[in-house]
């Protein structure tokens, strides 16, 4: 069962654009995870959100966690081409058996075009 | 501080071999996750373990196994391989942080990339 829903799957840009990018679901997070990964490597780590509202900053990525915790969004000032790269949200649930578990979305792919 | 190590980075088999794939956790977390990424397909988890024990697995049929030893690295075994299992494979570590409240991080390995012919 696909609990993330990541929009848009492509998103193929020219240098200097913003972009946002939704991370959507029916179920409430603990908290949820924003990865970037780069073809080959393993996804990298980029923020945590944790509080319904929330929003932090990373120079010029912003990520906000919805009010009712079951969203999400990227937001990208200004992209350049190292931007480029597959944007997955992860959401922490509680499985049936109590334990916790991180549930991925598929992913956005991001290009930007110098 | 050194990141999540795998090995290796590549693994071709063919189909009815066995598999066997390892990982090293950042010093300090004792939490393994395995995951399997397939085109198209996202990240699937596959199985988590702490402290050696196996804490929790996804929809994974019996032939991926695992095991974590003492001192907290890994290995995740696939017995009969079949052409669909051909991926990447995604180990991750995982360290408690305390915000509002304590939640978890997890930090990937490069991956392995299982292709079976």
């Known amino acids: 069962t696909q609990l993330l829903e990541q929009s848009p799957q492509f998103l193929s840009i020219q240098e200097g654009e913003n972009l946002t990018v939704y991370c959507n679901s029916s179920?409430?997070?603990?908290?949820l995870q924003w990865y970037r990964q780069e073809p080959g490597e393993g996804p990298v780590l980029l923020v945590t959100v944790v509080t319904g509202g929330e929003v932090k900053k990373l120079k010029r990525l912003t990520f906000q966690f919805g009010d009712a915790r079951k969203d999400s969004s990227l937001h990208i000032t200004a992209a350049q081409p190292g931007d480029t790269g597959l944007y997955l949200c992860a959401g922490r649930t509680i499985t049936q058996g109590g334990s916790e578990k991180l549930v991925f979305g598929k992913g956005t792919k991001l290009t930007v075009n110098p | 501080e050194a990141g999540v190590t795998q090995s290796p980075t590549h693994l071709i088999k063919t189909r009815g071999q066995q598999a066997t794939l390892r990982c090293s956790p950042i010093s300090g977390h004792t939490s393994v996750y395995w995951y399997q990424q397939a085109l198209g397909l996202g990240l699937q988890f596959l199985l988590w373990?702490?402290?050696?024990?196996?804490?929790n697995r996804g929809n994974f049929p019996p032939r991926f196994s695992g095991r974590q030893f003492p001192n907290y690295s890994s290995e995740l075994n696939v017995n009969a391989l079949e052409l669909e299992d051909s991926a990447l494979y995604l180990c991750?570590?995982?360290?408690?942080?305390?915000?509002?409240?304590?939640?978890?991080?997890?930090?990937f390995g490069p991956g392995t990339r299982l292709t079976v012919l």
């Open positions: 373990y702490d402290e050696g024990e196996e804490r």
């Open positions: 991750a570590s995982s360290s408690m942080v305390l915000a509002s409240y304590w939640y978890n991080e997890q930090f």
């Open positions: 179920s409430v997070f603990s908290s």
